[in-house]
């Protein structure tokens, strides 16, 4: 099965991306330990070991379609933020970012009639959907329970508690 030149570019550079997203997540759950903010410590270190697992999803699939995977390199993420609402804030972005580049790259498999890769990225941007609703309930909360010190400490415990990711990511993820 043959992968065309800008798929397999975009994949690659998807690699990346993954690779950043799971770093920027860890520099954001070391924010969150160092700052006393456990429970959304412990969500986000699950959160960048899932964008790693995104990752390797993509390289054994570009492996696989014997397209051979390339791994880019990944710039440093920031390491301070502002206060814990601008953590996810900064989180709903850069999920933002990834949606539209797989909503592009399932775009470019389908002209390219590359149904197989059609398929592999529709996994993905189902799990977006989820990573998207994610980021925009936890945000919510930071406005339904306040902004001050008892409200902020309601909402990082109201993310301590959410379930580990399951939707597609859990069902139909081959390991
Ligand atoms: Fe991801
Ligand atoms: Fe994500």
Redesign the pocket.
């Known amino acids: 099965m043959r992968m065309s030149a800008p798929l397999k570019k975009a994949l690659t550079s998807q690699i990346g991306m993954e690779a950043y ?1 799971s770093n920027y997540y860890l520099a954001m759950a070391s924010w969150c330990e160092l700052a006393g903010y456990e429970g959304s410590a412990s969500m986000l270190y699950r ?1 960048a070991d ?2 790693r697992a ?1 990752m390797n999803k993509i390289v054994r699939y570009l492996n696989m379609i014997g397209a051979g995977a390339t791994i880019p390199a990944v710039k440093q993420p920031p390491a301070a933020f502002k206060d814990l609402e601008s953590v996810f804030k900064a989180a709903l972005k ?2 933002q970012a ?1 949606t539209a580049s797989f909503n592009s790259m399932a775009a470019v498999a389908q002209k390219d009639g590359d149904h197989a890769a059609f398929a592999f990225l529709q996994w993905f941007v189902t ?2 959907v989820e ?1 998207e609703a994610l980021m925009e309930t936890i945000l919510q909360k930071f406005d339904l329970l306040g902004h001050d010190k008892i409200g902020i400490y309601e909402a990082d415990r109201f993310v301590g508690r959410l379930p580990p990711p399951g939707g597609p990511a859990a069902a139909a993820a081959p390991g």
């Open positions: 997203a959160q899932e964008e995104h850069s999920e990834v799990e977006q990573e």
